[in-house]
Each structure stands twice: as structure tokens, then as C-alpha cells.
């Protein structure tokens, strides 16, 4: 059997993992970097840019770029680029590309399939489109799994000698997850899980951005989508500057716009109040539906990037009381636990044994007939949110009017009383013999395994006949025709080749700076993104190409930091000192200097 291998498919970062030599380890990118920005990026004549180039490019170019597209996995949302629509599984599908080929030349071997996490809350058409994200890669994807229950799955293998209920908390960039978790001799249990997919660390982001637009007598919603897109990044650096120090100050250079702001912690839970109030939702649900109270949980682990943030762990001791909150890796736990699911579905024999038993984290039911009003159907729920799964639940129904002629099963899941607030799943009709209404009756057997897929079996109990649906797929979801399609138009898209990514980087990176410059630092960029573009693309020294780089890296170093330090009078000769410091003696230096210099005034 090939390596399988376990992603992490975050909304703001994505890593992978594979099991070997007894433990889970995650896989490096070009950059040597475990996390590769869940961002894509598209050039006119369709070359991928993905991960951290393609963030740098989210300013200079916000039209071709996307992120944070995971939070509409399985919706009908579209993004638009150089003609085309793309879904957020096709821009998943870039993403989980490139962490396949990032593993495929870390490991040197060709990878076919993965295990891929998703957001316990995750409904069954994002789960679905999931696995679409997945086929599109070229990955065969038969487990997903969930991501709290991939982080116990890590917690376990570090504390393998309790026995214990514990509390893991994953706040990510775009969902929380709460996940009551039983740990016995080597089972994992995931009792209860709850959540909100859609609070995370850039709503935090957005909060700062929108107080920042208050301060400045602007209107976030009104400004460019760019300008938007510049305060966002700074407000996310200012909350994360906060991880660090008591208070930041956030500068936003625009152009000709320039600002600031001062933010505190306490500052931020002041304007973010709501946020934090939602988060105590899920935390009590979980322990409700657990049916455990806080003295039985041994700790809370918290997960996710957005758990760095101490007011989220000021506030959660405060609703929690003095609870040991335990800080592991938040950015890597899942990936790690995903790696050590791939290696217990390789059946490695140093984790075949550990078993995990997971939950379905949402109700599964049909519409039933509204006496009080007959237009609106009541969900009467079938598979009870937290049952462990796979399970499989029975319920009988009868005919709700007189000689009625068929039964229509409606799937809903969700939570909501009326069925048409939850989401429609598909429906079984059957066809049933004329009679009074309430004298027909059916038997309906909902299954429902670990991988999202729900059978729906339905008897009419006079007649025994039987229907049978498989409901992997939603309305919205991809066919397997139209996935074979698009595997093809896909597969003619280039992603950015690996072994240029640096370089790709350094130029996004100048594009970003020169798009948040002007005057003479805006010309300096240009100036050297010119000449770094015809070393690479006129030039095509790769010798040079690797003496310069280092140069150009440092100049926008100084660059950026100048725009984080402003108040100064920008001076081209300090950051120009770069290349001056170098060694004069170097034939080649000048040689590339003068070169360098003739292409300036061409
Ligand atoms: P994840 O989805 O787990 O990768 O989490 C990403 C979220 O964590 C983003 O919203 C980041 O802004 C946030 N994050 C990452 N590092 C920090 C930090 N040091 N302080 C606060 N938030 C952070």
C-alpha cells in the first residue's frame, strides 16, 4: 500500500502529515514551511499561484486572488477570475495539489490518496464537496475525518498514560469547534461535539478592521475592495502583535492613505464583546449534550491558531473558572492527529490497534405533517446528533391525508424545528395503496457511517415495497461526470512550478509592498522588481538570480518594516546601503552592478 497522507485543509493555513517510524510527521513546503497559506491566486494566462505567494498577492492583486473559501465548501458560491467560475472545491482542490506535490518530492514517492479533516460541523454537502476537492487533486479521499477528533487523536499519542475526559477547543481562522473527548486503554471516544462554522479568528480581524475604519471616519463596507483587504492584513497582524504585547499600535499605509491605531487587549474584547459571548455557546452545549459538568474534565486543550489570542483564554478561564488550559502546538495538532489516522488506516502495526470512535455532530430526520400549519413541515428526527457512528435508527410514519399516493421522505439535517430551516438533504418517494389517512403506514431505516454517506431505506409496510437511497451528494455537489470534467480542464492549469516558488514569493511580496507605497519608495520598488523580473526572465542566470535574491530580500525587509515603522522621512539611501555593504572586491558584484544599473535607465 502507497503512503496516505493526512492533510489539514484549514480555512487560513493548510499542513500535512504522514505516519513513519512510529509517529506522525509533518511535511514541510518548498519554504521548508509547515503551513501553506490556504490561498489562490491566478495569473492571465492561468498559472496557480498557491500558499504564500498567492497571499502576498491578495493585496496587489485582490481580483484574481481568493481565500478563507473553505467557509463555503458545498455552498453555491463562485468566484470569478479571468473569465471563468471556480467553486470552493476547485480552489480547495489547488491547495491540496500542491500539498501533494510538496509530499511527493519531500518523501519522493507518488501519493494517490489521503485522509483530508474537516470542521466537525462540517454539513454533509461541504463533506462532500470535500472529497470533490480531493478527486480534483488527483487524491483518492475514502476517510475524512473531523478535525477535534484528528487533535485528540494527537493529544492521545502525548499523553498516552491517562485515562481521562478532556475538553479539546479548536478555534481556527474560520470555525470553532468544541469537542468533549473519552480517553480508555487505546479508545478514543468523542462523546459530544459542538460548534460555530462560521466564528473565527478574522471575525476577530474584521472587527478590528471595522474599528479601525471608525477611528478614521471611514466605512468599511464602502472602501475598496483593496483598501479592505490592506486594513484586514494589518488588523490580523495587530490582534497577533497582541499575543505578544499588551498593546500594538496598527499602521495602515494605502497609497497616499496612511493611519493608526492603538489596540489593547482589552480593547479588543471591548469591541469584539459578541464574538466572545458565542463562544460559550458550543462549550455548554457540548457539556449538556455530554451529559458532564466541568468536574469531569481533567483539561481543556486548546487547538487552533486563534487559541494563541490571550483574550480568548482570559475569557475562557473566566467562564470556565481556573481550569488547566493546556497550549500544544495549536497550529499543528490536527495535521499531526490526520498523519497518525493515515497510519491507522495503513494499518501500520505500531497504531493498528488504536481506535477511534467518532459522532454524527449533527440530527438527521424528515419533515412530518404540520397539523397547527399544514405549508410548513416539523422535523422529527431520526438520527440523534452524537450518536456514535456508524449507526443505523428506525422510525414509522403514516399517511397524513385521505388516499393519499405516495410518501415522500424528506432528508433534512439539522437541528431546527420547522424542516424547512434545516438543510435538505434529498428525499425517497414511494408509492403507496389508496386508503384513509393514517391507515398506510412506512418503515424508514436511516444508516449513517463516518465518511458523511447516508442510506435511506423506506418500506411501505402493506405492500413491502422497498426503496433505497444513498445520499452522499447534495443538489449543489459536483457529479462524478462533471468531476471528470473538471479534472481535465484543471489538470491543463499550471500551478507555479515548486522550485521557482521563492522567487514567485519575493515578487508578490514587492507587488504587495509597491501597491501599499507611494512616491519614492513606490519607484525603488518598481525599480528593483524590474530588474529582479528581467534577472529571471531576460537573464535566466540562476547564479545570479541566487546572489541578488538575497539582496532583493533584505531591501524588502527594510521596505516593510519602514511601512510598519512610519513617522519617518523615507530616505532611498538607507535601504540602498544593501548592496553597497557587499564585497567590492568581487569582480562579479560589480560586473552585476553594472548591469543592474544599465537596465535601471533603459
Ligand atoms: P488556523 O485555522 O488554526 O490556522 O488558525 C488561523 C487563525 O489563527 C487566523 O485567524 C490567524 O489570524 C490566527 N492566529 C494565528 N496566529 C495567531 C497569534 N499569534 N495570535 C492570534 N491569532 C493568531
Redesign the pocket.
Known sequence: MGKILGIDL????SLAAVWQEGESCLIPNSFGEY?TPSVVSFEADDTVYVGKTAKERLVSHPAQSFSVFKRFMGTDQRYEVNGKQYRPEELSAFVLRRLKEDAERYLGELIEEAVISVPAYFNDKARKATKDAGKLAGLKVERIINEPSAAALACRGLDEENDETFLVFD?????LDVSLVDCFDNIIEIIAVSGDNHL???D??KEIAVQFCREHELEFEHISSQRQRIILESA?RA??G???EKEVVMKVTDGEFEGQMEMSNKKLIEISMPLFERISVPVKRVLHDGKKNMLDISKVIL????C??PSVQQYLRHMLGEYSLTVMN??HM?ALGVGTYAGIKERREDIKDLLLTDICPFSLGTGIFNAGNAKRTLMSTIIERNSVLPCSHRAHFQTASDYQKYVVIDVYQGEEYYADNNIHLGEVKVGVPLAPKGKETVTVDYTYDINGILIVDVEVDSTGEKKRQVITTGTDNMSSEEIKKRVEQLEKMKLSPADQEENQMLFAWGERLYAQTTGALKNEIGERLNFFQQLLHVEQNPYKVKKWKSGIEEFLRKAENYLDDSGIDWNPADIDSWYEEGDQDDERQEEDRRWYDGHLTH
Not at 484549514?10 to 493555513?13: K, P
Not at 478555534?171 to 470555525?175: D, E, K, N, R, S
Not at 487547538?303 to 486563534?306: A, F, K, L, P, W
Request: net charge negative; aromatic share 6%.
Open positions: 484549514g480555512t487560513t493555513n503551513l478555534f481556527g481562522g474560520g470555525t473565527g479568528g478574522s476577530f480581524d490580523s490582534k497577533c497582541l499575543s505578544e487547538v487552533g491558531g486563534s494563541k489570542m495549536p497550529d490536527v
